[in-house]
């Protein structure tokens, strides 16, 4: 096997974030999320802390659904047929990414509500 240079690793790591980008709508709606999240954060200048939180749970968003569709992809070429287990695998990966999906909005519900309130019932 090859030694690949650090550029070389990090090409290949953009170009699967890329082809992700470009063939899974689920993966775009998740960066027009966490970019409106961000400057939301950015314009309630939530703390450094909450900041940190807010990307640590966006960019596990982003790596399930990059883990999903790496394992859909294996799949594909494993099985071409229709194949219950893989149907199943499938799905708990979907679930993995809706999961993830679920408990960043809890997150961001806990650290944006004290913001929100206080220009909502001021």
């Known amino acids: ?4 240079s650090f550029l070389e690793s990090l090409n290949y790591a953009i170009e699967g974030i890329a082809y992700t980008v470009s063939t ?3 993966m775009k709606i998740h960066i027009v999320i966490g970019l ?3 400057l ?3 314009y309630l200048h939530i ?3 909450e900041l940190s939180i807010i990307f640590i749970v966006i960019s596990l968003v982003f790596v399930a659904e990059l883990l999903n569709t ?3 992809i294996l799949l594909d070429m494993i099985e071409d047929k229709y194949n219950k287990n893989v149907k199943h695998v499938k799905d708990i990966q979907a679930g993995a990414v809706l999961i993830f999906s679920i408990f960043s909005v809890i997150v961001g519900f806990l650290i944006f509500w004290p913001y929100a309130h206080k220009i909502l019932f001021k």
């Open 40 to 42: 939301f954060s950015w």
């Open 70 to 72: 790496s394992i859909e």
């Open 24 to 26: 899974q709508r689920n």
């Open 1 to 4: 096997m090859k030694t690949r």
């Open 47 to 49: 703390t450094k802390v």
């Open 36 to 38: 409106f999240v961000i």
